[in-house]
């Protein structure tokens, strides 16, 4: 009951601070370079701690040349780790609009990673659709911003081994009448560009024999063409969608639940299901050797029990 009233609060006042953002015409998920935070990466007792940890991956990661490889080095001359986070998912990855501190799980791994290399951190927000950009183009080392991990992203990008698993759901407007999978039958469901959410949902709904899948193909759906039972708007950020939403100009806002929280307010309510599990892991470049050297530390840390103390802190279940 406690777990569940905390998390109730946290939420609460994190969809104040959305609200008091897209009341002022900005945008909790505008992408930005510019917002980067630089903090320091801990205090001495935790980075003292972490040390630890962080040599015996380092130590696994690099045990063939006996020294970092040019890419994990690089990171250490520049003295600074740069991250991609969400900034307005409760638990994951959330900026508190007044100081401009981040705080959630990912936000706790970046930090720990950042320890381990004994570099400065230094978060910069993203979004579904901005987040890959930013790591090609080689603005930000790594993305922590609740990144499902596919086969097809995995061609692209390197991911760790998975973190945390979430599932997707619909949240829409009570008034609507919408409850279940069977209802957004000819519905218009609002997703962020870049997410895997439309394909989710669709694949659930063929799967629940709600509508036929004759066209479905996983690897070339495209949310822009589908109309066969249910379509989609795509959008930019997520307060778009939760705006389009109010507006009726949606009828369904379809994404993972832990980014869903947030726009969960009176008046709405999630559909009876939830599906398709996302597992998340840090991306970074292909090829990398900074790739081998996060997983060697994101391994210890869930057989570690660290991430999972990252969880109940957050209150993630
Ligand atoms: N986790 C999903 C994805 O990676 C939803 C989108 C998002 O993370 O914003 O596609």
New binding site residues.
Partial sequence: MRKLSKFAAAVMTAAMSAMLLTGCGGSAETSSGADAQTTPAADAAATQESAASGETAAAEATAATGEYGEDVQAIIDRGVLRVGV?NA?VGFGFQDTVTGEYSGMEISIAEKIAESLGVDIEFTTV??ATRTELLDSGDIDCVL????I?DERKESWDFSTPYYT?Y?SVLVENSSGITSLADLVDKKVGV?S????ARSLTSAMIDAGLISGDGFDAETFDAALWNEGVSFQQYDD?PAISTALSAGEIDAFC??KS?LAIYNTDGRSYIEEQFSP?E?GVATTKGSDFSAYVDGLITEWLSDGTIDGFIAENNLQ
Avoid at 145 to 148: G, P, R, S, Y
Avoid at 194 to 197: H, K, N, P, R
């Fill in positions: 969400k998912v979004t579904a911003a609740t990144f499902t596919t979430d997707v962020s870049g997410s895997t959410s997520y994404v993972d980014i996302q998340y």
